[in-house]
């Protein structure tokens, strides 16, 4: 059965992960030697101590490659087999072509479909119920996902209120057939009357590029961040919900909670309305900050590496952003 919109969708499975962040850490007493902020603002306000800064000529693809790379060395097949490329991301290398495509390119995925997947930082997860859908629905056999972004070119490093949260990064899974059953269930949402909340205004065909957009930082992100913080707060808690719902399951049967890393208090938040103990909830925002798309894979990497998930545990990850997007998948973990 393959839910769309919402459900349960069995036989696929995350069979292989890489990830890759930027050498440079930017403190946030980095940031307060050129903005009027500090450590204990950022700290208390949000987790985040730390992020990673990309270089001035890196870009989302070449973060994504580095991580595709590494997942298909952990994985049983090369990337000239791969049937599919979507990349996740809001900070694309260009408006166009699809950084997909440049990632596919670099890769050598000569017989691969490519494009990009755009919702907002719930773009990974979305990524991943197209993969898993391609995958039973018996069209394709090994799908690459990636969450791939450098932020800290979309953001305006004058204001206090945005460039604080974010950081670079890339992850990658394979997505592949199975046949012991392996369940996912997903739950896609979207409100577009909160677009304005969380937006960049200027360079696309409502607003293009002109001197006046580029002097008033028009292509820089926007974020009514005390409107995106009450919305997250409420929609990962009902989405999650729905999911478990679904599968039949509770927290309970839940080993660990992955939701995207934006704020502390709103995973927090999420985590106690859900009634989750601490343990069962991971996060690692204090050392990369938002790095939006790429949150989700880097925890899994780093849980995964620290046997916080292991085989056989049941995942559940949360995603919202931009759109304003929301979705959530449940499955088990077989790494
Ligand atoms: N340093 C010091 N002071 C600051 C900073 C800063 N970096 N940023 C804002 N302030 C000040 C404000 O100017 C304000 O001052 P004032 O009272 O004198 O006007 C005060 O701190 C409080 O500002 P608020 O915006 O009310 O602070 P809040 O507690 O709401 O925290 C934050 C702001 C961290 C942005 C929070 O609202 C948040 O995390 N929202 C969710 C954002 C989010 O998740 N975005 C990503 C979504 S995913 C995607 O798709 C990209």
Avoid at 200 to 213: D, F, K, W
Avoid at 316 to 322: D, E, W
Wanted: aromatic share 6%.
């Amino acid at each position: 059965m393959i839910g769309l919109k919402r459900g349960l969708v069995k036989g696929a499975r995350i069979s292989a992960l890489g990830v890759h962040v930027p050498e440079r850490v930017l403190t946030n007493d980095d940031i307060a030697q050129f903005l009027d902020t500090s450590d204990e603002w950022i700290t208390t306000r949000t987790g985040i101590r730390e992020r990673r800064i990309a270089r001035v000529d890196e870009a989302a693809s070449d973060l994504a490659v580095a991580a595709a790379e590494r997942c298909l060395a952990a994985s049983d097949i090369e990337a000239c087999d791969l049937d599919l490329v979507i990349v996740t991301t809001i900070s694309p290398d260009h408006l166009m072509p699809a950084t997909a495509s440049i990632v596919a390119d670099r890769l050598g995925a000569r017989r691969a479909g490519a494009f990009d997947v755009q919702a907002g930082c719930t773009g990974f997860v979305y990524g991943l119920a197209i993969a898993t859908a391609f995958v039973a629905a018996s069209i394709y056999e090994h799908v690459l996902v990636l969450g791939a972004e450098v932020l800290s070119k979309m953001v305006d490093w004058e204001d206090r209120g945005t460039c604080v949260l974010f950081g670079d990064g890339a992850g990658a899974v394979l997505v592949q057939p199975t046949d012991n059953g392996s369940i996912f269930s997903f739950d896609l949402g979207n409100d577009g009357s909160g677009a304005q909340y969380l937006s960049v205004p200027a360079g696309g065909s409502r607003l293009p590029a002109t001197y006046a957009t580029v002097r008033d930082h028009d292509h820089a992100m926007h974020m009514v961040g005390s409107e995106v913080f009450k919305f997250a707060t409420r929609t990962v808690t009902e989405s999650c919900e729905k999911v478990l719902d679904d599968a039949g399951l509770t927290v309970e049967d839940v080993d660990l909670f992955v939701p995207h890393q934006a704020n502390i208090r709103i995973i927090e938040s999420a985590a106690r309305r859900l009634g989750f103990t601490d343990g069962q909830v991971f996060s690692n925002l204090d050392r990369y900050g938002n790095t939006s798309c790429a949150s989700i894979p880097l925890c899994l990497h780093e849980a995964s590496e620290n046997g916080r998930l292991k085989k056989g545990d049941m995942l559940l990850m949360a995603g919202f952003g931009a759109g304003l997007t929301w979705g959530s998948c449940l499955t088990k973990w077989e790494l």
